[in-house]
């Protein structure tokens, strides 16, 4: 969702002067969820599970200019991160609805 919100912010903006275009990490995205999750251990062998981090940025600004204008957003290289980020989107989605599926069809006994 966030990768997708920056593709179109950054195609929105291709004739903005001086914007720089945006990208997701998703290694911080991930990083910054991990240390929202709470755990509990119940035996003082198990692994700790927590984690401590400052704010990251989840959206970081590209330094490259393609542009006279300052403008850093290749239109090109958007739209095809855009069309990944739709096949995987859907990919996923796909997946997730076979697993919803079956699992209907156990809880209802094979029918």
């Given at each position: 969702?966030?990768?997708?919100?920056a593709?179109?912010?950054n195609i929105?903006?291709?004739?903005?002067?001086?914007?720089?275009?945006?990208?997701v990490?998703?290694k911080?995205v991930l990083?910054?969820?991990?240390?929202e999750l709470l755990?509990h251990?119940?035996?003082?062998?198990h692994?700790?599970?927590?984690?401590h981090?400052?704010?990251?940025?989840?959206?970081?600004?590209r330094?490259?200019m393609?542009?006279?204008?300052?403008n850093?957003?290749d239109?090109?290289k958007?739209?095809a991160?855009?069309?990944?980020n739709q096949i995987?989107?859907?990919?996923?989605?796909?997946?997730?609805?076979g697993?919803?599926?079956s699992?209907?069809?156990?809880i209802?006994g094979g029918?």
């Amino acid at each position: 969702m966030m990768q997708q919100q920056a593709i179109a912010s950054n195609i929105a903006n291709v004739d903005t002067p001086n914007y720089k275009a945006k990208q997701v990490q998703f290694k911080d995205v991930l990083s910054e969820a991990k240390g929202e999750l709470l755990a509990h251990t119940t035996d003082e062998r198990h692994v700790p599970f927590t984690y401590h981090s400052e704010q990251m940025k989840q959206v970081n600004p590209r330094n490259v200019m393609y542009s006279h204008s300052g403008n850093s957003v290749d239109l090109d290289k958007e739209m095809a991160k855009m069309a990944n980020n739709q096949i995987y989107y859907q990919a996923v989605s796909d997946r997730l609805n076979g697993q919803f599926s079956s699992l209907k069809t156990a809880i209802r006994g094979g029918s």
